[in-house]
C-alpha cells in the first residue's frame, strides 16, 4: 500500500494528522498555496493582456497605429495585478530561501535532526524546553528513549547530565505518528552563570543528534 501523505504538487490531500507538527511538511504546504496564488495571479493577467489586444482599434486612415480606446481601466487593472505578481513572487523567494529554525525535530525516517534544544534562566530551578520526535514511515519503531551528554561551558564548568530529565521518559512511535518530549534541567545555586552545550541522542537511533545549549543569566 503506497504511503499517504504529502501529494507531488505539495497538497494536503490524505494528509496524516501527525504532519501538522512537522515544520518542513508546513513549508511544503506553504510554498504550494503561494505557488498556486502565483499561477492564478499570472494567468489573470494574461486574460487582461489578451483583452487589451482584443479592444485595440485598427491603425487609422494615415497609416498609423490609433489611440487605444477604453485604454486607462485595462491599465490601471494591468498594474495591479502586475504589483500582486511580485509581491506573490518575493514571498514565495523569501519562504523557499528562509531556513527551519525554532523547532527542534528528529526525523527517524529520514535520518536527521533539525534545530536544537534551547534553555535559559537565570534562576536555581528546573528549566524545561520540547523536542518532537517524527515517525512518518509505515513501521512501527517500538519505544525510544532520548539520553544527554554532560553539559559544559568555555570554562570548564560542568552540569552533569543526571541534571537532565525527559517527559515521557520512554516514547512509542507508532507507524506516522509524532510525539513532543519535554526536555527539563535542574540547575542549582552551584552552577555558575554561563553558556553550557551538549548533545541530546536517541537511543537505537545512532546518526541522529542535536545540539542542547542552557544559558544562565547573572543572578541578581
Not at 51 to 63: F, I, K, N, V
Not at 67 to 93: C, I, K, M, N, Y
Not at 131 to 156: E, I, Q, Y
Request: glycine share 10%; aromatic share 6%.
Amino acid at each position: 500500500m503506497a504511503d499517504r501523505g504529502i501529494a507531488d504538487d505539495g497538497g494536503i490531500a490524505d494528509l496524516p494528522w501527525a504532519a501538522v507538527f512537522d515544520p518542513a511538511a508546513n513549508a511544503r504546504v506553504l510554498s504550494s498555496v503561494q505557488a498556486r496564488g502565483f499561477r492564478a495571479a499570472t494567468e489573470i493577467v494574461n486574460r487582461f493582456v489578451q483583452l487589451a489586444e482584443s479592444t485595440s482599434p485598427p491603425d487609422d486612415a494615415h497609416g498609423g497605429p490609433a489611440e487605444p480606446t477604453g485604454g486607462p481601466d485595462v491599465e490601471r487593472l494591468l498594474g495591479f495585478w502586475r504589483g500582486l505578481v511580485g509581491q506573490l513572487a518575493q514571498s514565495l523567494t523569501k519562504t523557499a530561501a528562509a531556513p527551519q529554525t525554532g523547532t527542534a525535530t528528529f526525523d527517524f525516517v529520514n535520518v536527521n535532526a533539525s534545530g536544537h534544544v534551547h534553555l535559559e534562566t537565570a534562576e536555581p530551578g528546573a528549566v524545561s524546553g520540547e523536542v518532537w520526535l517524527h515517525n512518518g514511515g509505515p513501521a512501527d519503531l517500538g519505544k525510544v528513549r532520548l539520553r544527554c551528554s554532560d553539559l559544559l561551558a568555555h570554562d570548564g564548568s560542568l552540569i552533569d547530565s543526571a541534571c537532565v530529565r525527559f517527559e515521557p521518559d520512554v516514547v512509542l512511535m507508532p507507524a506516522r505518528s509524532s510525539r513532543g518530549v519535554t526536555v527539563e534541567v535542574d540547575v542549582v545555586q552551584e552552577h555558575q552563570p554561563g553558556c553550557y552545550r551538549g548533545t541530546l541522542l536517541a537511543d537505537g537511533h545512532a546518526d541522529v543528534w542535536m545540539p542542547v545549549v542552557l544559558n544562565i543569566r547573572p543572578r541578581v
